[in-house]
């Protein structure tokens, strides 16, 4: 399954933006699909995945404002972002993985190109 995340944007503080992980090919429904981001100078970290059944998780600091779903029937997972952060601003990227029980996401080797997120003050 290959992935194009799209959807960043310059958004003032408090602003709300979707982004989408186009997907292709037939098992997608069957994939796991985690949301990362990586901020200038800090490392890449996830934000929230989603399991093939639904499943769930996210980091702390973006619960409750933040929420992963996904559309099989168009091979997209979404994440629509609301009251965002300067914080937030980032590179979003999308990545196919593996996503256990306990909410931990593993994710695959190959980083496709992100999305930027810019949070004005």
């Known amino acids: 399954v290959q992935l194009q995340a799209s959807g960043g944007g310059l958004v003032q503080t408090g602003g709300s933006l979707r982004l989408s992980c186009q997907g292709s090919?037939?098992?997608?429904?069957?994939?796991?699909i985690g949301w990362y981001r990586q901020a200038p100078g800090e490392q890449r970290e996830l934000v929230a995945a989603?399991?093939?059944?639904?499943?769930?998780s996210y980091k702390g600091s973006v619960a409750g404002r933040f929420t992963i779903s996904r559309d099989n029937a168009e091979n997209t997972v979404y994440l629509q972002m609301n009251s965002l952060k300067p914080e937030d601003t980032a590179v979003y990227y999308c990545?196919?993985?593996?996503?256990?029980?306990?909410?931990?996401?593993?994710?695959?080797?190959?980083w496709g190109q992100g999305t930027q997120v810019t949070v004005s003050s």
């Open positions: 990545n196919t993985g593996t996503y256990y029980s306990n909410g931990y996401f593993f994710p695959s080797r190959y």
């Open positions: 090919g037939t098992t997608f429904s069957l994939t796991d």
């Open positions: 989603i399991s093939s059944g639904g499943s769930a």
